[in-house]
């Protein structure tokens, strides 16, 4: 499960970063310093790795809650009947890649921003403990799941991966 976030996060901030790749700010404009530039081959790899991982969370979200579901499975054969669970820091993951996503014209903006106002509108009315939303909901009904026995609430690090998905959602979308 770990090795799985590691990889995840690891391929949202090689988006993040690659999207930025090649924009400057106005003290670099004003500096010019020498541009270094990627080969052609490193530039396509970037480019595959943030379509395959937007298409994982645009194709294989629950399609209730527009959320990231935490386990797809491509046959569509769910052996724990599991397949409306979502998850909230997959999800947070997931919302950085619609915006990676929008940027890269793999989506329009305003599909991109109807599944966003999904996801923010399933929110609103999902389970949360003292703030913190938990690991797992019910995507349909926006009820917890329990992670464990004794472990039902909130889930601080989970939230966290949410929340700075929909922090960065809201600096990037006020600058459209």
């Not at 935490?70 to 569509?76: C, F, K, L, M």
Request: proline share 3%.
């Amino acid at each position: 499960m770990l090795k799985k976030k590691s990889a995840v996060f690891f391929a949202v901030i090689l988006l993040l970063v690659a999207c930025k790749h090649g924009q400057k700010s106005s003290k670099q404009k004003s500096e010019e310093k020498p541009y270094v530039s990627l080969a052609d081959a490193d530039t396509a790899l970037f480019r595959q790795v943030q379509q395959q991982t937007f298409r994982y969370f645009w194709d294989g979200a629950e399609p209730v809650s527009g959320m990231g579901r935490e386990r797809i499975h491509t046959d569509n054969i769910y052996p724990d009947n599991d397949q409306t669970v979502v998850t909230s820091g997959g999800s947070g993951f997931g919302v950085m890649a619609i915006l990676v996503g929008i940027e890269r014209n793999f989506v329009t903006k305003e599909a991109g921003r109807k599944q966003l106002e999904k996801i923010v509108h399933f929110l609103e009315t999902a389970d949360r403990f003292h703030g913190a939303w938990p690991h797992w909901w019910n995507g349909e009904t926006g009820k917890v799941v329990p992670f464990g026995k004794k472990d039902n609430g909130g889930d601080l690090v989970e939230t966290s991966f949410y929340g700075a998905g929909i922090a960065l959602c809201k600096a990037i979308l006020s600058k459209w």
